[in-house]
């Protein structure tokens, strides 16, 4: 599976991005898709997961009622809405997917894209 994030960019503290996760290769629908981020100089951390069908999502409790993760298999792409976006919230994000649910585990996580930068003005 290749995996093309997209959608980062420079916006002020509040403000909203949608981050995209684009899937080619094999069949997308039978991947649990997750997103984690790079802050500089901090180890990458979980930010949210959604199983094969949408029916779960798994969210990074700082980020609980402002990030919301949607998937359109139609379309091979997952996506991760951020809105009250905060400067702690810059970093690089990815996308990743795994075969079966492992919510957070990064390492169970087969196929990473290659980040979009996500940058939060104060």
């Known amino acids: 599976v290749q995996l093309q994030a997209s959608g980062g960019g420079l916006v002020q503290a509040g403000g909203s991005l949608r981050l995209s996760c684009a899937a080619s290769g094999r069949t997308f629908s039978n991947y649990a898709v997750g997103w984690f981020r790079q802050a500089p100089e901090k180890e990458r951390e979980f930010v949210s997961a959604i199983n094969w069908s949408g029916s779960t999502t798994y969210y990074l409790d700082s980020v609980k009622g402002r990030f919301t993760i949607s998937r359109d298999n139609a379309k091979n792409t997952v996506y991760l809405q951020m809105n009250t976006l905060k400067p702690d919230d810059t970093a690089v994000y990815y996308c990743?997917?795994?075969?079966?649910?492992?919510?957070?585990?990064?390492?169970?996580?087969?196929?990473w894209g290659q980040g979009t930068l996500v940058t939060v003005s104060s």
């Open positions: 990743a997917v795994a075969s079966s649910w492992y919510g957070a585990q990064s390492g169970r996580y087969a196929y």
